[in-house]
């Protein structure tokens, strides 16, 4: 039977649950045991994907798509699912599935569309025990179809928020309901340093673990989030009030590289207690494969200055998945990755200041969706084009890459339909099977699909095979009419999908390396394992900052 580990989170939101959670997992993993993870968002949207990037970061897609059966009667299509989940694939090297990612609005809806067709005929529908019952239903599930031997259930949100109580409530009852040793609560808190006093503050986590009991459940660890390690005076005294031994107390302070949390976990004795806790009897750990990978990160390295042009540039988690993978390929070649976001709405409003993106090394035209600061990406991706500075759209960036070549050939007035739904030339379109469909929620084209790479291309320079499996999610497409007119003239189509009804990529002839691909490539990218395609766009930059008699920029 699989052991279970809940982890909630205290004081507030954003100090990295999702990163300790994926440690904790990746403990187990040096103890040679499989590993599951669940993440639970209290939102009531069924997925993610129709967020604003800005409102809760980046969407991520799963290789996989789900049928959410909600109730007989009723499919929903699910693939894009919380960015918590690119920190679990990147940790733990492991594919998630969608099922993983249980809302607030597949609860209710699962309980509401039974209370509909009589399933509780008779009875008062409640949060307890029907709403509670469904979240417990929803982890056994995934319990049983992945059978790993521990299950990790991160809970969205902060203790206190009224949208996560029912949540709480099902883990209590959980916990209640599993033998003593089945079950493990990890409680990630803060624990700010005051400067004016040169001192950490354990209050707020006392308050936070109170709010904690006050829903019926007595954490077995605390991990203490903050800019500084924890002093041993801090440790007893979170201790004392938070009534868990001071080893059950981590430090988890604020560190360069991410991936070397698992291993200071691991110096803090944190795997073998879980392992008490759980009563798992398993081998040492084997820590050196992964100590290799965190020496790579914490190398000093010459700096590559890369420009990602784009609509979500507010915060940074709004591109989290394209960081990661430009940092994993930087580690990979070498160097450092100095990633600068350029707002397009600013280049908009005045043209002139698209000038700004020739002083990098490389650009990354990033994804999106709709009209705002389209304009503004199109002008850069025609600055790239005369400049010929290494350039990699991704999804709507690899669009608007497009629009701007065609301009650049003559089509002056070449758009995409979600841009402008009248332009003359439309040269990105909606796939035909999008032309029928008005929803919005898990109607796109979603998850893994196979790709047929152009031999001698750059992109088949990249992946060295012409097969491969990559993410997509889009509507819209680059119309093959528009790019087979330039084919010969500067363009290539590198990549379709296996039908020859797709375009996949797109490339610009010649030494210089400009590439737009219509799917997400950092959604596979891992710390041991870059994907190649972003190692080619990085290799490209370095090449430009070597090889230019003013370092290839001015930065």
């Known amino acids: ?10 004081v507030l939101s954003g100090i990295g649950k999702g990163t300790t959670a994926a440690a904790i997992g990746k403990l187990f993993q040096f103890r040679g045991l499989e590993v599951d993870m669940i993440k639970i968002d209290p939102y009531l949207n069924v997925d993610p994907g129709t967020l604003n990037p800005i409102e809760h970061g980046e969407v991520f897609v799963t290789d996989k798509v789900w049928k959410f059966t909600p109730y007989k009667g009723f499919t929903f299509t699910i693939a894009e699912i919380d960015q918590d989940f ?125 709010t904690l009991l006050s829903a019926g459940l ?97 915060i940074l988690d709004s591109y989290v998945s394209i960081n990661k993978a430009i940092e994993h390929a930087a580690v990979a070649l070498g160097v450092e990755a100095k990633i600068e976001f350029v707002d397009t709405e600013i280049v908009e409003e005045d043209p002139s200041r698209v000038e700004i993106v020739d002083k990098y090394h490389g650009i990354l035209l990033t994804p999106g969706f709709g009209t ?30 497009f629009i701007a070549f065609c ?50 291309s750059k992109l088949f320079d990249a992946y060295k095979k012409e097969r491969v499996r990559e993410r997509f999610r889009h509507r819209y497409h680059i119309i093959p009419k528009y790019a087979r007119r330039f084919e010969g003239r500067g363009l290539t189509i590198s990549a379709m999908d296996v039908s020859e009804r797709i375009i996949n990529a797109i490339e610009v002839e010649g030494d210089h390396w400009m590439v737009g691909v219509q799917f997400h490539p950092e959604f596979t990218s891992r710390p041991n394992r870059p994907n190649p395609v972003y190692v080619e766009f990085l290799r490209a930059a370095l090449r430009r900052k070597r090889t230019s008699s003013s370092g290839g920029a001015s930065r």
């Open 1 to 10: 039977m699989p052991k279970y580990v809940f982890v909630t989170g205290g």
């Open 86 to 210: 690119g920190t679990y694939e990147r940790f733990l090297d492991k594919n998630m599935h969608p099922r993983n990612n249980i809302t607030s609005g597949q609860v209710y809806l699962s309980t509401l569309l039974q209370e509909r067709a009589g399933e509780f005929l008779g009875e008062t529908v409640q949060i307890i025990p029907h709403v509670t019952d469904e979240i417990k239903r929803r982890i056994r599930m995934v319990a049983e179809e992945s059978s790993p031997d521990v299950l990790i259930t991160e809970i969205g949100g902060t203790v206190g928020d009224i949208e996560a109580s029912p949540y709480l409530e099902a883990v209590r009852q959980f916990r209640l309901e599993e033998d003593p040793g089945q079950t493990a609560l990890v409680h990630v808190t803060l624990v700010p340093y005051l400067e004016t006093v040169g001192q950490l503050k354990t209050k707020p986590t006392q308050h936070s673990v109170k």
């Open 218 to 314: 007595q954490p077995d660890v605390i991990v203490a989030r903050g800019k500084r390690p924890l002093t041993e005076s801090a440790r007893r005294k979170i201790s004392l009030y938070s009534n868990v031994p001071p080893k059950a107390v981590i430090s988890n302070p604020d560190t360069p590289v991410t991936y070397s949390i698992p291993l200071l976990f691991e110096k803090q004795g944190l795997g073998d207690y879980l392992c008490d806790i759980l009563r798992l009897r398993t081998r040492r750990p084997k820590l050196s494969s992964w100590e290799k990978t965190v020496q790579l990160f914490e190398r000093k390295k010459e700096p590559v200055w890369i420009a990602m042009p784009g609509k979500y540039t507010q």
């Open 372 to 401: 705002r600061g389209a304009e503004g990406m199109i002008k850069v991706a025609q600055r790239a084009l005369n400049s010929r500075i290494p350039f990699l759209g991704i999804c709507f960036g690899a669009q608007l890459f």
């Open 407 to 456: 301009r650049e050939k003559g089509l002056e007035e070449a758009n995409s339909t979600e841009v402008d739904a009248d332009t003359p030339h439309p040269v990105v379109d909606l796939l035909p099977e999008q032309r029928k469909i008005s929803e919005k929620g898990g109607t796109m084209r979603l998850g893994a699909h196979e790709i047929v790479v152009k031999r001698g």
